[in-house]
């Protein structure tokens, strides 16, 4: 059964810096794809970062340049490391894995099937 936990939320200030995690499991294979959403009180969910199995990136212009994706398959830990935060960041982030490997890497929340729980990060100015 695959299951996704986040963590590392929390609450900074404008221009801090946080990591946040997402242990997975129960994946039942090898090639993949993780990404990060987020979603505001009123707005859609948006994704903010995806990695492939293979290692490839990809952001959103909205925070390239301040996130950055990454992936520990050895203790099968999926990372969003962001910097420069803004109060626009504030959202409810989630971690998410579509296994339909053999598709193209999507980005729409809708392709994704498998969900954490959420992690809570608030950015005051």
């Known amino acids: 059964q695959v299951r996704l936990v986040e963590s590392g939320g929390g609450s900074v200030q404008a221009g801090d810096s946080l990591t946040l995690s997402c242990a997975y499991s129960g994946f039942t294979t090898n090639s993949y794809y993780l990404a990060w959403f987020r979603q505001a009180p009123g707005k859609q969910r948006e994704g903010v970062a995806y990695i492939s199995s293979g290692g490839m990136t990809h952001y959103p212009d909205s925070v390239k340049g301040r996130f950055t994706i990454t992936e520990d398959n050895i203790k099968k830990t999926v990372y969003l490391q962001m910097n420069s935060l803004k109060p626009e960041d504030t959202a409810l982030y989630y971690c998410?894995?579509?296994?339909?490997?053999?598709?193209?890497?999507?980005?729409?929340?809708?392709?994704?099937?498998?969900w954490g729980q959420g992690t809570q990060v608030t950015v005051s100015s």
């Open positions: 998410a894995a579509d296994l339909q490997w053999w598709l193209p890497p999507r980005r729409e929340a809708a392709d994704f099937g498998y």
